[in-house]
């Protein structure tokens, strides 16, 4: 088995992402939320793309006391404002156009009305509440670049600067195949079976990552089983098929087997990784990708971190995720040729840089850790020691 370095898996699996994207699509604001930018995001007009007042109150020009010309505001947009000499003023509401000739604005709760006189005991700056034309944005500035994830603030920064309609990435297909006679469902499993750990979290993960929805199956562990699974109707309908355990070379498991059937051509056989190092990815006819993980399931989700999240970000048009750098709270010995990852979790340090612990319980078949972890390490087959860098990933989900 020729081992890929935990870098250069990544790499290749955010190549073949790119291999595989689709092209942009453009999706009205209202369906654009988990959506990722295909295009950066300009402005269409300066923000905001007229001078208007930030306050309730009177737009006034010069010093006060100022005559009132006009005592009741009318809505922004009314379209009826009146210019203002010096000495005068004339009511406002939030979000008014500024009256030709108004120096600033006076809000009402700093003001004093008799008869058609206003004035203010505050000091009053030149140009206070005025909101300028273009103060937040020039016409043409860049509020997004592509990659970034449609979320509230980018939708709605979208929507005041002038988009009905947005370029985004177009959503990879994932079909899921979950393998294993002994997996169940749901309930306590009899001794021998294992819960399934997958199905309730990858649609979700695949999802969050730009996949947007799955197909899944469920299989028993049989080589026709699996062939008939990755050359299923909605398995060839999918850019990226996922299958979960089987990935091992025992003669209950299937997944090699059942791609060099298909005529897969095995682009990561395995990966030098602790856990997740079964891990496979198979480019199958028709530019379909197979991303085989192994069934340990902590070893699954490291090999999804590794190589799935990786691909999905390349076909949605993203950067592959950099590595971090933090302080690592424990000595790692060195593990020839193989990176691990570590579920780990923030500690209070005095460092100037924040401080990873590894989590307990991080075996491969064990998911406590990750349960409570907020970051993976990544160490080096050199280890590192107490105190010194070391990288790590967000969790990506
Ligand atoms: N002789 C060797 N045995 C193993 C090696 C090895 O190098 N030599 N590698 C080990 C490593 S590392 C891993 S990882 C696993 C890979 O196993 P497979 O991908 O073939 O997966 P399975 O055999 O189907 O299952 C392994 C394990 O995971 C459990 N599993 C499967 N699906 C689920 C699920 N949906 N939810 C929770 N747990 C699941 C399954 O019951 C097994 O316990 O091989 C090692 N063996
Ligand atoms: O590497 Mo396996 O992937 O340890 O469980």
């Known amino acids: 088995m020729n081992d890929h370095h935990w870098e250069a898996a990544r790499l290749a699996a955010h190549e073949l992402g790119v291999s595989i994207a689709g092209t942009p699509e453009t999706v009205s604001l209202h369906q654009v939320s988990g959506r990722f930018l295909a295009a950066d995001l300009e402005t269409r007009y300066p923000l905001p793309h007229c001078a208007t007042s930030a ?3 009177y737009a006034v020009n010069g010093p006060g006391p100022w005559q009132l010309l ?3 505001a009318t809505n922004p947009g009314a379209g009826d404002e009146q210019d203002i000499a010096v000495g005068e003023a004339a009511a406002v509401v939030t979000g008014s156009l500024i009256p030709q000739g108004a120096t600033s604005i006076l809000r009402v709760e700093h003001s004093s009305l008799e008869g058609n006189v206003l004035s203010t005991w505050r000091d009053l700056p030149c140009g206070a509440d005025i909101r300028p034309a273009g103060i937040e944005a020039a ?3 860049t509020l997004a670049v592509a990659g970034t994830l449609l979320r509230a603030g980018v939708i709605a920064a979208a929507a005041v600067s002038g988009h009905d309609e947005l370029l985004v990435a177009a959503t990879p297909r994932v079909h899921l195949v979950f393998t294993g006679d002994e997996v169940i469902t749901s309930g306590r499993p009899a001794p021998g079976q294992v819960r399934d750990g997958f199905s309730p979290v990858l649609p979700q993960v695949v999802a969050a990552l730009g996949g947007g929805e799955c197909t899944t199956t469920r299989i028993g562990d049989t080589l026709a ?12 309908a999918a850019q990226i098929i996922v299958t979960t355990g089987g990935t091992g070379f025992s003669d209950r498991d299937f997944v090699r087997a059942a791609a060099r059937e298909l005529d897969g051509e095995e682009v990561i056989s395995s990966i030098a990784m602790r856990p997740g190092h079964p891990s496979m990815v198979s480019r199958l006819p028709g530019n379909r990708l197979l991303v085989a993980l192994p069934g340990n399931p902590l070893a699954a989700l490291m090999a999804l971190v ?26 790692f010995p060195a593990l020839p040729g193989r990176t691990r990852l570590v579920p780990a979790r ?4 005095t460092n100037e840089l924040d401080t990873l612990a590894p989590a307990e319980h991080v075996a491969p078949a064990m998911l406590r850790g990750l349960a409570a972890a907020d970051a993976i390490l990544v160490v080096g087959p050199e280890g590192t ?13």
Do not use: F, N
């Open 139 to 141: 016409e043409g500035e």
């Open 225 to 236: 089983a699996t062939i008939a699974a990755l050359d299923s109707p909605a398995a060839r």
């Open 385 to 397: 020691s107490k105190g010194a860098h070391v990288s790590y990933l967000g969790l990506p989900w």
């Open 306 to 331: 590794t190589v799935l999240d990786p691909m999905l970000r390349g076909a949605c048009g993203r950067e592959l995720e950099q590595v971090h750098t933090a302080v690592s709270a424990t000595d």
């Open 55 to 57: 306050m309730d109150g």
């Open 346 to 349: 923030w500690i209070a340090s």
């Open 70 to 72: 006009k005592p009741l």
